[in-house]
């Protein structure tokens, strides 16, 4: 029952999160953007996570393995890529299509749990699940020509690397459960370490974009527009990174506290958060409704209980 406590805390706090992103990926003008917006979250997402440490009273698990600091780093890459991609993406898609993009994703976890986990078996309905999620993605790239103007190479590849992004960090947390818990490296301080890393991980990307990609002439201008257009939504930034962190705790509860196997926990979640943002989708962004985006939607929702429960 607390599993499922948790899992519903997660899909509200997901749902919010993604209506709030969209917000903000509009203030998005370039890719310098969106690599300065997701490092304000990051930051003050590790603000969170320090103050849950220390709430909680986890900091004497800091001191953690080779084992466990290489997990926390694959969470840390995944969340960096996700985080990133997912705002870019949302700004040139429809905000279901890139929801679906995510289900698509859940391949990756569900594929290298059964590499690398003991005892988790990849069988051939998770095969039919997996073609239901090709179609899943047929039918919302249907559904996005007919809603964007035009589409763009770059917009295909945002989605597909998004998805992606979040299949691997999803795979993370699978491994943390299977060989990184402990009494002392809990879920909070698993957490901590996810978006610390993420921080380290994007303060080098966003140097390495500068230097190689921004005239020396641009930088201030740029840096001026950028502090002036996060005054603007700088509460927005604030709950999203509450959100984020809150989003991938209690996705990381459901596992551990909740005991909820992973078959269980991403066809209800996945499902629960599509159809919901379907629904924030109509009503607050005015996306439409097509036959093509339901198809879609009930083919990544067939796909994902196939590929977790059957």
Known sequence: MIGFLFLSLAVTVSAIKGVVGKKVSQKVTCNADSLLFSMVRLLLCIIVATAILFIRNAQKGLAVSTPMFLISLLAGFSNVGFIVLWTLAVRKNPYVTVDVAIIVGSIIPSVASAIFIPGYVFSY??????????AAAVFMGKYT??????????????VVL????????SFSQQLYKAFGKTDLYTEEVFGFYTYLLSAGILSVLIIFYFIFFIKKEDFVPMV?????????????????????????????????????DPQILYPVY?????????????????????????????CAIAGIVLMNLL
Do not use: C, D, H, P
């Not at 998770?126 to 999620?133: D, E, Q, S, Y």
């Not at 603007?232 to 459901?254: D, E, H």
């Open 125 to 134: 309905l998770k095969l039919i699940g997996f073609a239901f999620l090709i």
């Open 145 to 158: 020509a007919s809603t964007v103007k035009k589409i763009t190479f770059s917009s295909i590849i945002l």
């Open 162 to 169: 998004t998805g992606l992004s979040e299949g691997i960090f």
């Open 224 to 260: 001026k527009g950028f502090a002036k257009r996060t005054g603007s939504v700088v509460g927005l930034l604030f709950i999203l990174a509450a959100f984020l962190y809150a989003n991938s705790y209690f996705q990381t509860l459901a596992t551990t506290v909740g005991k909820l």
């Open 270 to 298: 996945r499902g629960s958060l599509l159809i919901l943002a379907m629904i924030l989708s109509r009503i607050i962004f005015k996306e439409k409704i097509t036959v093509n985006s339901v198809i879609g939607i009930i």
